[in-house]
């Protein structure tokens, strides 16, 4: 081993390990939470590690606290993080909707696992993509990143804190049972090299403040509850005040806002990975462990001389349309595998248009969707 070699921080990481290693070189200082499988471990880590660096710490009676606790320490000031898998997650939802529609940054971890309700506490699923994006009402935006290696893990964390802030807007990282729960190397980068972007704070003094004026981005500079700064909130449609309105003119400009600031800066969220696409005349698209398989399954495919390629998802929403709707146009087909029964190859069908055929491939029955058995897909679809 050399000099340079015993310089870097390397670690065997647990994915939930690494998720929190993340949060905390994002900035995080406080969580709540409460204990559910797979996702236990981010919080076991946030409470030995919080206190340590002047953090808080706090397991809540339940996830529909855990969500309001996290809104009120963002509001005050800190990056604030929660975890928890899919019957959590339902709970959740509610404050989930007060956080976007007050544009209050926060990350929720959902380290997915077979349902319905209880379903499979420690089984992998990918059953809550369109939760993700649905799970609460209302015309909303959302963000919503799905790492597949422990090491992305880490970095999509810092990722998600990155976009909350800046554009102030909830972040779901969407983990799998098996990535929450696998081991792998993971090189931890020193706080020096990390990009940590903070919200942004008023300019103007406390009586011109108006905490929903945006700036030209579409993002209201937001001051810390308690600073001095008038502040009202509600989960009502409001005005610049924060004061409900029922003006349709107001109501439509807001609801536009809310979207138009992630629209805009589509290039900025939305992260992906080809590999083997520039001759491909088949695709594979995934995301999560199934990404993992999938990356697998080229190589085989390759080696008997099929064309196959894949396009691996890092941010679920928003959906990458442009990309997939160009992929549509240079391979003859697309097959989505995912555990669950078609949730993401909704949106492929969506942007391909068309303009090639889209097969899902599915599995539900708590186990691991593995590379034979997409080959076989592949196979399967060949001969029709």
Not at 60 to 69: F, R
Not at 109 to 116: D, F
Not at 161 to 186: Q, W
Not at 241 to 253: H, M, R, V, Y
Request: glycine residues 8%; hydrophobic residues 40%.
């Amino acid at each position: 081993m050399n000099n340079l070699e015993k310089k870097k921080n390397i670690k065997l990481l647990q994915g939930n390990e690494a998720c929190a290693e993340g949060a905390l070189l994002a900035g995080v200082r406080f969580f709540a939470g409460y204990p559910i499988t797979p996702s236990s471990e981010i919080a076991e880590n946030m409470a030995f590690k919080l206190p340590k660096i002047g953090g808080k710490f706090i397991q809540m009676e339940d996830e529909i606290a855990s969500m309001a606790a996290v809104i009120g320490a963002s509001i005050a000031g800190l990056k604030s993080l929660t975890a928890t898998s899919g019957p959590g997650m339902c709970l959740k939802q509610e404050n989930l909707g007060f956080a976007i529609i007050n544009e209050i940054p926060c990350v929720v971890v959902n380290a997915q696992r077979g349902g319905p309700s209880t379903g499979l506490p420690t089984k992998p699923s990918q059953g809550d993509m369109m939760q993700a994006r649905w799970g609460t009402h209302g015309d909303h935006p959302i963000i919503a990143l799905a790492p597949s290696t422990v090491n992305e893990i880490l970095t999509l964390t810092i990722k998600a804190f990155n976009l909350s802030e800046k554009y102030r807007i909830p972040v779901i990282l969407l983990l799998d049972e098996v990535i929450a729960h696998m081991r792998e190397k993971v090189e931890i980068p020193a706080p020096e090299d990390i990009e940590v972007i903070n919200r942004k704070k008023p300019t103007v003094p406390p009586e011109e403040y108006l905490p929903f004026k945006p700036d030209e981005d579409g993002v209201p500079p937001m001051a810390n509850f308690g600073e001095g700064y008038r502040y009202h909130i509600t989960g009502l449609i409001h005005d610049h005040k924060g004061l409900p309105t029922s003006n349709s003119q107001e109501i439509d400009a807001f609801i536009r806002r809310l979207h138009n600031k992630i629209q805009k800066s589509i290039k900025d969220i939305i992260i992906y990975q080809k590999y083997s696409l520039d001759d491909a005349n088949i695709a594979l698209i995934a995301y999560g462990s199934v990404a993992r398989a999938a990356e697998r399954t080229v190589k085989l495919a390759r080696e008997e001389g099929l064309k196959v390629g894949l396009l691996k998802l890092l941010t679920i929403w928003p959906f990458c349309f442009e990309e997939v709707n160009k992929l549509a146009q240079q391979v003859d087909l697309i097959i989505v595998p995912e555990m669950n029964l078609g949730q993401m190859v909704l949106e492929v069908e969506r942007a391909a248009q068309g303009k090639c055929r889209v097969v899902p491939y599915g599995r539900v029955d708590g186990e691991l969707i593995n590379p034979i058995e997409i080959l076989g897909k592949i196979r399967e679809e060949i001969r029709k």
